[in-house]
């Protein structure tokens, strides 16, 4: 039966035609535009990663319980050894020492007297070091303004906006004025070396980036720091491998009430950042039910069409005695075959839009030249596992369900009614 109902839709081109491309049409618009979503929401929370989260971070638990107020003097001690355990027990991450701090930084004249002064964010990274990436992972070379990266101890970054506030030239001497780790007041100098531009209006008003070496220094850090990040193997952030790594170190670090013990906490469980991964987990269902919803109705129109159309084939078939039920499944088989054929031309498709897009991209660079840190200027598609199998369900579902939707007439034709059609024929 399903071998002469596919011959059927094959030497009928009218009943499967429509249908098929409609189905591929609405498939491939599927499985590109839950590519397109996934890519553009991950990017956004791989860059808030790399910024400041990390895929997990290792801070204190004193220092969890106020992570908003950056309180440097909760900070990790013995970071060196720390750092080494982390290596081994878990080789397959990325892991590198950030201190977030704040102070003022103060501007001299050519007598040496205060010319201007303002409040900053600082960040201490890793820079001299080209195996910890940490330059790269900021894409500090990209939102460099003016001057060039520091090379050399002492010098720093400053955000563009707050340099020309501040009066700040290239190779300026200026002053950091803050606390220590111990509360300690520090005054330390440091020459600038080049001005940056993140795109984000908080760091743009004010902040500076320095080698995390110079930060320790100027807050008597040595061997410690506030925050150790963590980058899985991945690029993209894996909420369920990142959950396995957070459970794994705080089991071997649960013993004992130190408020100054390790602890690992995920991205999501920072900045909010989890609400947007939800959304982003919740992308696929809305989509599908999307298409789902619109291909059903165009799939209905089409079935009500090629019923009128077919409108003698099945008043013949029930007048040669065929059950109405076993039209109706014959029909609905059909729709099956179509959907499922018109799924795998609209997921291959789909698929390869998606993979075209994931290597080149969309380049909005241009039109973003202000926002180049945590927004990317390329933005690209992510194919991942669901990408494979998702546009299936609004394809052989919405197909189905216009099936049957259209094909309810069956049962109110009337046998005696169909005589005399089949008369006047």
């Avoid at 071997?252 to 906490?265: L, R, T």
């Avoid at 079935?303 to 008043?315: P, T």
Wanted: hydrophobic residues 45%.
């Amino acid at each position: 039966m399903i071998k002469f109902l596919i011959k059927g839709l094959l030497r009928d081109k009218h009943r499967s035609r429509l249908p098929l491309i409609v189905v591929a049409i609405g498939v491939m618009l599927t499985v590109l535009m839950t590519t397109w979503i996934t890519g553009v929401l991950g990017d956004s929370i791989n860059l808030n990663a790399k910024l400041a989260t990390g895929h997990v971070k290792v801070i204190t638990r004193a220092y969890r319980e106020s992570m908003d107020q950056i309180p440097i003097d909760l900070s990790l001690t013995g970071t060196q050894a720390l750092i080494s355990e982390l290596k081994k027990d878990y080789p397959t991450a990325s892991w590198v020492e950030r201190i977030q701090f704040g102070g003022l930084l103060d501007v001299p004249d050519e007598n040496g007297e205060t010319k201007s002064q303002g409040p900053f964010a600082g960040f201490g990274i890793d820079l001299f070091d080209p195996d910890s990436g940490e330059a790269e992972r900021l894409n500090l070379s990209n939102i460099l303004v003016k001057g060039k990266l520091p090379s050399v101890a002492g010098e720093i970054l400053v955000s563009h906006s707050f340099a020309e506030k501040l009066g700040i030239n290239m190779n300026d001497k200026v002053t950091f004025i803050g606390s220590t780790m111990y509360g300690g007041m520090t005054i330390v100098n440091f020459t600038v070396a080049g001005t940056i531009r993140y795109g984000i209006a908080a760091l743009d008003r004010g902040s500076v980036i320095m080698d995390i070496s110079d930060a320790r220094k100027a807050l008597d850090m040595e061997d410690a720091c506030n925050e150790i990040l963590g980058f899985t193997a991945v690029d993209y952030y894996d909420d369920t491998k990142a959950t396995e790594l957070m459970t794994s170190f705080n089991n071997e670090n649960s013993s004992g009430n130190d408020q100054f013990a390790p602890v690992m906490i995920r991205l999501r469980d920072q900045n909010d950042l989890g609400g947007l991964i939800d959304m982003m987990s919740g992308v696929v269902g809305i989509v599908s039910f999307i298409f789902i919803l619109v291909l059903s109705v165009v799939l209905w129109n089409a079935g009500l069409v090629g019923g009128l159309r077919r409108y003698g084939e099945v008043g013949l078939r029930l007048a040669m005695g065929e059950e109405k039920g076993h039209i109706y499944g014959s029909m609905i088989a059909e729709s099956v075959a179509v959907g499922l054929t018109g799924s795998v031309i609209g997921v291959a498709i789909g698929l390869l839009l998606s993979y075209l897009m994931q290597q080149k991209g969309l380049d909005f660079s241009s039109a973003m030249q202000n926002a180049t840190m945590l927004l990317p200027g390329i933005f690209r598609t992510r194919i991942t596992p669901e990408a494979w199998y998702i546009g299936f369900i609004p394809g052989i579902i919405a197909t189905v369900l216009g099936t049957m939707l259209s094909g309810i007439g069956i049962y109110k034709r009337q046998t005696a009614r169909l005589f005399k059609e089949l008369q006047l024929q």
